[in-house]
């Protein structure tokens, strides 16, 4: 299905922070869900697919998007499922992974495309580890940023300590609407904490912060997210293979208080052609703290023959 033309909102003012880039908004049916899209570039380059984690939305990817299309390529970035303006399902079993995997083979389909890059942080690099294990012939090169390959996330938790404690407060997330209302209090004083409190200083001003508290505060929203740790639990995902065949990038910040270190070499380890950056001092907010550099890697790896 082609792009809803009616569909304007981008939901935080998508011109202000890129004003010499014309981004369309625009609402999508694919996979039975409607999703939010952000698109720039011409329709005839090469297609690149950028997927936030949590607690983001697609303007999580803002640095990212003018550099990509000024060296060519066409983006898409969407709201997943349950954020911001895409489509905020019923039942924690719709936020599996694999769902989310099959929204993006659909939203190619609606560029006319077979075959993409795909990048993916946080929850959105398990949808492109998903992409690359479980449906390949659409992926062209493959670019994950702190988020581990599957199969190395549970092998982790079940042999180092260290990793399962980091992990405990996805632990909270399994709890029914009571994790709704904590993190809700207080004008999402949590969240905020969270962001704030395992980045670099400055990384998520006053003004940015305003705009993912519109975000979380769209009805719905706060129990779509949590969903995503939810369905992981109750609908582990198990792909095909634990091989990735296509050439993958993993870009890696070391600072991460929720991920350790050994999971990007244990990701690279389960990928046929590999090419891992370690960013010791930057922490799990890639995008936002290192944008230049991973922009650069992003390239690189992309442009590559």
């Known amino acids: 299905m082609r792009p809803d033309p009616r569909a304007t909102d981008a939901g ?16 999508r049916t694919v996979n039975d869900v409607e999703l939010h899209v952000v698109a720039a570039g011409d329709e005839t380059d090469p297609l ?7 607690p983001e939305f697609w303007y999580a990817w803002r640095a990212q998007i003018r550099p990509l299309v000024e060296a060519g390529y066409r983006v ?76 190395a996330y549970l092998q ?24 709704e209302r904590v993190l809700q209090y207080d004008e999402y004083r949590i969240l905020e904490r969270g962001l704030r409190g395992t980045a670099a200083p400055g990384t998520f001003p006053d003004d940015e912060l305003a705009r993912y508290r519109r975000a979380w505060s769209r009805d719905g929203a706060l129990t779509g997210m949590l969903n995503w740790y939810r369905a992981a639990v109750r609908y582990p995902p198990i792909p095909r293979s634990e091989r990735v065949d296509v050439p993958t990038l993993i870009v890696w910040g070391g600072d991460d208080t ?48």
């Open 258 to 305: 929720a991920l350790v270190p050994a999971l990007a070499v244990d990701s690279a380890d389960r990928c046929e052609e590999s090419r891992l950056e370690l960013l010791p001092e930057t922490s799990h907010w890639v995008p936002r703290e290192a944008p230049t550099r991973l922009t650069s890697s992003l390239l690189e790896h992309i442009d590559r023959e």
């Open 76 to 151: 898409l970035v969407p709201d997943l499922r349950g954020y911001n303006l895409s489509e905020k399902l019923e039942g924690v079993k719709s936020y599996r992974v694999r769902e989310s995997a099959r929204d993006v083979v659909d939203l190619l389909a609606t560029e006319n495309r077979d075959v993409a890059h795909v990048v993916g942080h946080d929850w959105g690099g398990m949808v492109a580890w998903d992409l690359g294990l479980r449906h390949p012939e659409v992926v062209d090169r493959l670019a994950v940023v702190n988020a581990p390959h599957p199969t």
């Open 48 to 54: 690149v697919v950028l997927l936030h984690g949590f």
């Open 156 to 179: 982790q938790a079940a042999a180092n300590p260290e990793q399962l404690s980091r992990s405990l407060y996805a632990v909270f997330f399994q709890l029914p609407w009571l994790p």
């Open 12 to 27: 935080s003012d998508p011109g202000a922070p890129l004003p010499s880039v014309e981004l369309d908004s625009s609402r």
